[in-house]
């Protein structure tokens, strides 16, 4: 099931690396997308 969401996430959701935004000056709203790619990709990763 998390490598199907990784799959959706590369997709659908911004990459913030690409774009060169510096992770100390994130939004919140941009943390929270940071951190559940974060998330759904470590689970991913263990499956």
């Given at each position: 099931?998390?490598k199907?969401l990784?799959?959706?996430?590369?997709l659908?959701l911004?990459?913030?690396?690409k774009?060169g935004?510096?992770?100390?000056?994130?939004?919140?709203?941009q943390?929270?997308i940071i951190g559940?790619?974060y998330?759904?990709t470590?689970?991913?990763?263990?499956?």
């Amino acid at each position: 099931m998390f490598k199907i969401l990784a799959k959706i996430n590369k997709l659908l959701l911004p990459s913030f690396t690409k774009n060169g935004l510096d992770i100390t000056k994130a939004k919140k709203w941009q943390m929270a997308i940071i951190g559940y790619r974060y998330y759904i990709t470590i689970r991913a990763l263990d499956c």
